[in-house]
């Protein structure tokens, strides 16, 4: 278990993480959402102990990180998957890691067979791919079997199968009773991989819940209507305040609108349709509207730049 109570760090005057309070429960995988410079990183890095919190705690199962004598044996974490010595080969790393924590060096040989490195472990790190450096990570990460692991980005410079084993780990960390903290900006990874999420902007908690009530909670409507005539349907939504967009010949989305009131719409206009259909909302889609008034480093949309 993680608890953060009123963790805030300050750099000069910006404060980059405001009073975060919140608990990150042991047997869930929980995801760590949030625009570029939202203060994810720092987050972890005050876990870590590798920041000292402006003020506030942030503690691993009851204790400070500095506390442990091994630290690694409490929380195992994926922080910058480049901060490696480039001389040293994968295994030496690990080696290295494992005396510092009073971890047994055969355990070295397990994680590099748990992340698929066996063969590479001779290699220096210096020459890994970048897959292959976030797999060092995740080895680093669970040398010690601790309960609590934290990766930051574990997916970034992964393939598509490096990325379904992430999953799956993730998966199976949690399933063993672990506190599994995990942040991506990749969010159809999140809605298939994280129980709960997690989501800041501008270093505030803007939502700490179950993802089906993050989904829930999307409150732009949106569906799929076909029918051989729409044009008149179509307008008379725009004029309603919806945005009816052509999405192939014969169909439109809808959004902003109800299938009821598409439905009676088109029923008041003598509209035939051969389809109403309310679509999902998609983490993606509930995530901007969250994070909609956090976004610092917003481009600018591609039709504005034309
Ligand atoms: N050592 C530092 N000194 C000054 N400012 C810092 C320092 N470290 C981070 N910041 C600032 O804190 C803010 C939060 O950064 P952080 O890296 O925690 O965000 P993040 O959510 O992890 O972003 P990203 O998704 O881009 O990785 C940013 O504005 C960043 O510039």
């Known amino acids: 278990m993680i608890n953060l109570s009123g963790l805030t760090k300050r750099y000069g005057g910006t404060t980059v993480v405001h009073g ?12 760590f959402l949030g625009p570029n410079g939202a203060g994810k990183s720092t987050t972890m890095r005050m876990i870590l102990g590798l920041d000292r919190p402006t003020a506030g705690t942030a503690l691993v199962k009851g204790r400070r990180y ?3 004598r091994h630290p690694l044996r409490e929380i195992g974490a994926l922080l910058d998957a480049k901060a490696l010595h480039p001389g040293r080969s994968g295994r030496a790393h690990l080696l290295a890691m494992a005396r510092s924590n009073g971890i047994p060096a055969a355990r070295v040989e397990e994680v590099l067979a748990t992340v698929g490195l066996s063969d590479a472990a001779r290699k220096r790190a210096g020459v890994y791919s970048l897959g292959m ?5 995740i080895a680093g990460a669970l040398l010690g079997d ?21 999953r799956e780990l993730m998966r199976s960390l949690a399933a063993e009773g672990r506190t599994v903290f995990v942040s991506s900006h990749l969010m159809s990874e999140m809605e298939l991989t994280a129980d709960r999420l997690v989501v800041i ?9 179950p993802i089906a009530d993050i989904l829930a909670g999307g409150s732009t ?11 008149d349907l ?8 919806a945005t009816a967009e052509p999405t192939a010949p014969g169909e439109l989305l809808v959004t902003g609108a109800r299938a009821e009131a598409v439905g009676e719409l088109a029923h008041r206009l003598g509209v035939p349709l051969h389809e109403l259909s309310p679509q999902d909302t998609t983490l993606e889609q509930a995530y901007m509207e969250l994070t909609a008034d956090s976004v610092e480093y917003a481009a600018p949309h591609p039709e504005a730049v034309r």
């Open 201 to 209: 902007g501008k270093g505030r908690l803007l939502a700490d819940a």
């Open 234 to 241: 179509a307008a008379h939504l725009a004029a309603e305040g």
């Open 221 to 231: 409507h949106r569906v799929k209507v076909r029918g051989p005539h729409l044009r």
């Open 133 to 137: 450096g976030q797999r060092l990570g």
């Open 20 to 31: 975060l309070t919140l608990t990150i429960e042991p047997g869930l995988v929980t995801g």
């Open 66 to 68: 500095e506390e442990f």
């Open 146 to 166: 601790p309960g609590v692991l934290m990766f930051d980005e574990p997916v970034n410079g992964l393939d598509p199968d490096g990325v379904r084993w992430v």
